[in-house]
């Protein structure tokens, strides 16, 4: 009976603790998650007219919504595989015996912990028409560039992208590869497999579930970089950089709640089945190494 008791009182106690986190998580993210399904059904908020999926198809006509979807995957689809390759070739540079490699590993994760505004405040010194780096093009006598105005905006958004990034994910892949055993390396060589064979048939294999996290924390980041665009060059940037983030807030702006709903969801249902896709390519690579 005691027993019984007992149970019963670390369930009750359980919930009790639990609660709160349920409340705020129903309050701030559940409810608004149902609510903005909602609004992206009807015709209005106000008159609440059901017209199912008549927003999401006016919103697939829409020639900002579509040049704002295309600039996103453009950048999604070159940012994500340059921040793999390249955190995962630092990775390895910094798994060797090297000379400095402690204050090199500080180094990748200062701009972890830098506030976005003074980032944004740096790239801005260096980018602008009279920034750094046009002071230097133009003491080799060339003449400045306006990178924000032009399609170089995109390059600028993708070396801020890569630099605040690359230092999260050559952490990871540092924890990745100091997991593998050694041992495996030592029978291969003994095998006589080359560095080649070493890399794609036993590094890159057991990397497959940090390759993966990094690879969705990639993708979700590729994302958040609305806030450094934003910051730099306003709601309307130039056309290669005017992302889907972009489109929604002016959305907002507009109180143009359907729009704005249809956008999100629609992004939210790219990113869950490109995840879910992951998850079966490493589910089969998994099973092929146990």
Known sequence: MRTGKLKTNNGGLAWFFLGPSLLGFALFYLLPFVTGFYYSLVYSPLNGTFVGLHNYGALLKNPSFLAALANTAKFTLICVPLNLMLSLGAAMLLNQKLPGRNLFRTIMITPLVVPVASVVLVWQVFFDLNGVLNSLIHALGYPPVDWMK???????????????????????????????????????????????QEFFRITLIYLTPTTFFVFVISMINSFKVFRETYLISGDYPHNSIYMLQHYMNNMFMALDYQKLTSAAFIMAAFIVAVVLLLFIVERKITNMIN
């Not at 230092?167 to 495996?184: R, W």
């Open 150 to 196: 032009t399609n170089w905006s995109r390059v600028v958004v993708l070396v801020i992208y890569l630099w605040k990034n690359i230092g999260y994910s050559v952490i990871l892949f540092l924890a990745g590869l100091q997991n593998i055993p050694a041992e495996y390396y030592e029978a291969a060589r003994i095998d006589g497999a080359s560095r080649y």
